[in-house]
């Protein structure tokens, strides 16, 4: 009987729909499309599962994961206690991952598909009309993950870890504002985009300090903060696009 390749880091079955800007984003292959994301050497996987119980026990390895890193945080993440978490042999884990930061590398990956897959049915909404309600929904899905996605709130996008998680060549914010800036030039037209990635750039770092500052003050993220959040880049955006 033939095998077919499945996405272990795709959470949940049949989700088989994906916006164009998730499409990038290929963490089966533990990388991005040059030019989006990750440079060719940021691949987390020894060997890709192709059979569906290898790739069950992948998937089961990226949620123990996300579970530990919020229980232990990165430090205290060791692969003994994640096999344990995820019911596998030790073996297991070396098969497809070679230490514990590729394993965190690929959840951060995987963390970072769930996003484009959100912002990517956000604007597909025909009420989104305008650049700074894509601005919007970037930062509510980005504040509703550290809510919702377990591993989220201690990993983000991969900076506990190392700056360049996502991609061996770029810091993982410059992956995030290539992310968005390609989004924003495909559904808006926006023209110039060297011009776009520079404010994308400034306004990333300040939306991810102001958050990560909001989620400290509060669990749920205080909600004044995140509030001045918004504000802040939506006003300097619109001074600077």
């Not at 060997?47 to 945080?73: H, I």
């Not at 700056?163 to 968005?180: G, K, M, P, T, Y």
Request: hydrophobic share 40%.
């Amino acid at each position: 009987m033939a095998t077919q390749t499945v996405n272990p880091f795709q959470r949940g079955e049949g989700e088989t729909t994906r916006h164009r800007l998730a499409e990038r984003t290929d963490p089966a292959r533990g990388q991005v499309e040059k030019g989006s994301s990750a440079g060719a050497g940021t691949k987390p996987l020894r060997r890709v599962p192709v059979q569906g119980r290898s790739v069950a026990r992948v998937g089961r390895m990226l949620d123990a994961c996300a579970e530990l890193v919020d229980e232990v945080g990165y430090d205290g993440l060791t692969t003994t206690l994640l096999a344990e978490r995820a019911g596998v042999a030790i073996g297991s884990v070396y098969q497809f991952f070679p230490d514990k930061r590729a394993i965190v590398q690929a959840l951060t990956l995987r963390s970072l598909e769930g996003y484009l897959e959100r912002l990517g049915a956000r604007l597909a909404d025909e009420g989104i009309a305008h650049w700074w309600d894509a601005v919007d929904a970037a930062i509510d899905e980005y504040i509703d993950m550290h809510r919702t996605v377990p591993g989220f709130r201690t990993l983000h996008f991969g900076d506990v870890v190392d700056i360049h998680l996502l991609d061996d060549e770029r810091d993982n914010n410059d992956v995030i504002v290539s992310q968005l800036s390609g989004l924003l030039i495909e559904r808006f037209g926006i023209l110039d985009a060297q011009r776009l990635q520079f404010v994308l750039a400034i306004a990333v770092e300040a939306a991810d300090a102001l958050i990560k500052l909001a989620f400290r003050k509060s669990t749920d993220g205080d909600p004044v903060v995140l509030g001045e959040a918004k504000a802040l880049i939506k006003e300097y955006l619109h001074h600077r696009l």
